[in-house]
Structures are given as structure tokens and as C-alpha cells.
């Protein structure tokens, strides 16, 4: 028999406990950890990054919100569970080399997680098109520990873009996304 997890008291939690991908009562009741709360966030639309300015990203839609945690109105995550959490978040912008909205070349910019107001984790990229367009995207992670009250939010910046042009970041689920979950055994 293959043990898919353990139950605090370390009884472990076997294929027969699961049916069609849910956990049985009984095997809850015998408590079970969870990986939650967790969340996962998209963009509703298109949101244009003004250059040099560490800009808020707008991450309205929620894809997953096990306990409700998330907040789409101010675009963050209050655990309410104190514990060691996996944070992420993924930017992508549109690139070319001369396209209004667009990273131009050498153009760089940041994937950044913030808790409380304070970045805690900082990863950037830059761009170095020539005359193609696609998406450039850095992704940011952090294992962060937060007290119930704690927030957590994703930022951006761009700068060195012709003009100190605004660039955007794209709504598609695939270049942008924010999210995370409480870590079980930390």
C-alpha cells in the first residue's frame, strides 16, 4: 500500500481514504493536514505599469481561494492562519522592440512580493528583443512566515523603457498570476 500523506497523529493517509480526489470524513476528523489556506490569482484585464514607479498589480480574479482569504478588491492575501507560507508571483509583459504598451529593448523590470508594505522577495529580467513579440515574464517566490494578521501583495516595476513609455502586463492566466499556501510540517 502507497502512503499519499500523514495525519498529525502519523497514521498514514492511504489511496483507500481517497475517493474521486476527496479525503473521507472519517480521515479528516482524524486531522488531517491541508495545505491551506491557499490562493491563486489572475488579472481581469490587461494592466498598463507606469515606468520607474514599483506599481501594485492588479490581480482581481481569483482562480482558487480555499478559505476566502484572498481579497480582490485591494488585490492581497490575509491569511487569518498564522504559519510558513509558499508565496508566488509571476509577471510577464508584452514585448517589442518598438510597439507602444510594450518593453523595448534593454528595457528591465521586476517580479516583487511585499508583506505588511515591505518587499520580501525580488527577482527581475530584461528585455532584449529585436523585432519579434511574445511575453517576458520573471517569476518571484518566497517562503514567508506570516501571523494571522499579516498581508501579502505582488508589485511590479519597469524601467529603462524608451521614453519611460508605460508597458503592460498581459491578462492571460499563463504570464501573470499571484498565489500561494500555507506549508504542513514547518
Known sequence: ????????????????DITDGIISAAKLASGVSVNTPAFRANLSSDQSISAD???????????????GKYDTSNYRFT????GTYLIYV???????????????????FYSRIYVNGSSVAD????????????IISAVATAIVT?????????????????????????SNASYNEFGGYRLIGV
Open 146 to 170: 506570516l501571523d494571522n494578521n499579516d498581508y501579502v501583495e505582488a508589485y511590479t516595476l519597469q524601467q529603462g523603457n524608451t521614453n519611460n513609455q508605460a508597458a503592460n502586463l498581459k
Open 1 to 16: 500500500m502507497s502512503y499519499i500523506g500523514v495525519a498529525p497523529s502519523n497514521a498514514p493517509l492511504t489511496a483507500d
Open 90 to 108: 509571476r509577471i510577464g509583459y508584452q514585448e517589442h522592440n518598438t510597439g507602444a504598451g510594450s518593453l523595448t529593448d534593454q528595457a528591465g
Open 123 to 134: 527577482v527581475g529580467n530584461h528585455s532584449s528583443v529585436s523585432s519579434l513579440q511574445g
Open 79 to 82: 491569511p487569518t492562519i498564522a
Open 53 to 67: 514607479t514599483a506599481t501594485k498589480v492588479a490581480f482581481a480574479t481569483e482562480a482558487l481561494d480555499t478559505d
